[in-house]
């Protein structure tokens, strides 16, 4: 029994690197957010604190800008989650179940190579494609759909449409978790007893992807929400979101303070919206009868 | 399900996997295209190849960049795979709540971790700097290893090791003989996964390198701010193979879509 005790002590101790790690590089600083929101200023180069100060969350909660961009990022990260859904649904379907079981792994990896890509490049390619004269706007001229000098691009709709690009690969990955493991008797057994294939899907295969969906959810809401580089390329004047906003307070305008007050707030935000996503996926993990 | 159904199903994929590859297309096309920035007549040309290995500016924020992802690599495959490793001795609820705590860097917003960790690391004094930078794109590559190599743990086969230590193998010998082979897969996966997740994380490395150094996606960042040279497209389509044969890879060592997303 000693033996097992004192093994159990030795081998946990690979797992103090990595937590110290994870202690001091990620709990520690989001917790001293909360104390930096209190800082009047910058911090100094070797680390002098500047004067302590309320004023950052005054500014906040009498000022409506950070409010009106916080609401614009939610509702554009609600709006770029339910166009993912509605386009990655039937096709995260058709991978599963409609495709031949040995081309599902060769779809799979189709979906994850976008996924790996850089950001950073497939915005730049969506620049191109979207631009004046660009390969979207030719095809829209040729249709006489619009005109093809001008252009999308710079506008909130292009921020959205290349927002829905890169996060579309998530979902269709969550959701094809859940519907794969949907067993095929099931759909049978819910059309043998005599449901039609809009009972079956709302009674049988759309609770069983919920948890999918909702992991889904959380994948493209979350980093859309608090997303920074797509509006300042592809968003113009009128762009700018919540991210934005944070970051200029770091990039641009300087005041770290004020940057810190910021991130707090939206982190409580998120945070509030992350684990009312989380209760819903326990929720519909039990009702399905997952542990 | 009927056939008609079932094609609907199937015209609608095609246009999902046209959607998501026509950026990748694009950006190939134009690597071999003489005429600029994505616009007609398309001439096909090497020119650009050329031009990337011989007088391109983007060579110094690539190597960095590449310097950057295999030393983040190496250390978060190290110790992704000892953290791991500790948790088989930890109780399971111990363990469960390690993961998820692990988890705490992938899933708040990276702005956010990435701003908190520069806060901290100005209030110790050492600002942004290559030591920063290595820390911060560490931390969010980490869960990623301990992910894959715990999830390797829980579908492998545990009896040779018993079997081992009831021969009287010593635990150095059942470790280097059978466990570590036994993780082999998934500490590659692990390794492969954190390369490709560090080279691009603009974020971490946008708010924590040191000043005036930019690795190559705040190279990518700034291109497109101030205008670019078509090798870019060049060196995007390099990458974009590399990619594809890391993915291919990843498939080979049975990495499973399920660890990531599965819930």
């Given at each position: 029994m000693s033996y097992n005790i004192n093994k159990f002590t030795k081998g946990s101790l690979w797992v103090a690197p990595s937590s110290l790690l994870f202690l001091c590089l990620s709990i520690v600083p989001l917790c001293m957010l909360l104390l930096f929101s209190f800082l009047s200023g910058n911090i100094g180069i070797n680390g002098e604190m500047p004067g302590y100060t309320v004023n950052n969350f005054i500014k906040i909660f009498s000022s409506i800008t950070f409010f009106k961009l916080m609401f614009k990022s939610v509702g554009i990260g609600l709006i770029v989650t339910l166009i993912c859904i509605v386009f990655a649904y039937p096709a995260a379907w058709g991978i599963a179940k409609v495709a031949k079981p040995k081309n599902r792994n060769l779809l799979i990896m189709m979906v994850i190579i976008p996924f790996f890509t850089s950001q950073l490049l497939l915005i730049y390619s969506m620049m191109t494609i979207l631009q004046a004269k660009g390969f979207l706007m030719l095809i829209l001229g040729f249709l006489k759909?619009?005109?093809?000098?001008?252009?999308?691009?710079?506008?909130n709709t292009a921020v959205i449409i290349v927002l829905v690009y890169e996060y579309l690969p998530y979902m269709i990955l969550c959701l094809y978790t859940s519907l794969e493991g949907i067993n095929d008797n099931l759909i049978h057994a819910s059309f043998s007893l005599g449901a039609g294939k809009v009972k079956t899907f709302i009674n049988v295969i759309f609770p069983m992807s919920m948890p999918g969906l909702l992991s889904g959810i959380l994948l493209v809401l979350v980093p859309v929400t608090g997303s920074f580089v797509e509006p300042i390329l592809?968003?113009?004047?009128?762009?700018?979101m919540v991210g934005s906003l944070i970051n200029s307070q770091f990039?641009?305008?300087?005041n770290m303070g004020y940057g810190a007050t910021l991130s707090f707030v939206f982190l409580v935000i998120i945070i509030i919206i992350m684990a009312i996503i989380r209760m819903f996926i326990t929720r519909a993990k039990y009702s399905i009868g997952g542990t | 399900m009927n056939r008609g159904f079932n094609n609907v199903i199937r015209i609608w994929m095609v246009f999902i996997y046209i959607i998501l590859f026509l950026p990748i297309i694009v950006i190939v096309l134009m690597s071999f295209n003489?005429?600029?920035?994505?616009?007609?007549p398309y001439v096909f040309c090497l020119d650009w190849y050329t031009y990337l290995f011989t007088k391109s500016e983007l060579f110094p924020a690539t190597l960095l960049s590449l310097e950057l992802a295999f030393s983040v690599t190496a250390l978060a495959t190290v110790l992704g795979t000892a953290a791991a490793v500790g948790l088989q001795y930890m109780s399971r609820q111990l363990s469960a709540r390690f993961q998820s705590i692990s988890q705490l860097p992938i899933i708040i917003p990276w702005l956010v971790q990435a701003i908190s960790i520069l806060l901290l690391l100005n209030f110790t004094g050492l600002g942004r700097s290559y030591i920063g930078m290595f820390l911060g794109n560490l931390i969010v590559v980490l869960p990623y290893v301990i992910m894959m190599v715990a999830g390797r743990f829980a579908d492998a086969d545990r009896t040779p090791e018993d079997a081992a230590r009831m021969l009287g193998a010593s635990q150095l010998r059942v470790f280097f003989d059978i466990i570590l082979p036994m993780l082999f897969p998934g500490i590659l996966s692990g390794a492969l996964m954190s390369f490709m997740v560090c080279f691009n994380a603009f974020c971490m490395q946008y708010f924590l390198?040191?000043?005036?150094v930019r690795t190559l996606p705040m190279e990518i960042f700034t291109l497109i701010r101030t205008g670019y040279k078509p090798d870019i497209n060049a060196l995007a389509t390099l990458l974009i193979i590399v990619t594809t044969i890391i993915v291919l890879a990843l498939n080979k060592l049975k990495y499973s879509v399920k660890k990531m997303f599965g819930t």
């Open positions: 759909i619009a005109d093809p000098s001008t252009s999308i691009l710079y506008t592809l968003g113009g004047p009128y762009g700018m990039s641009i305008v300087l | 003489k005429t600029n920035y994505g616009m007609l390198a040191p000043f005036g």
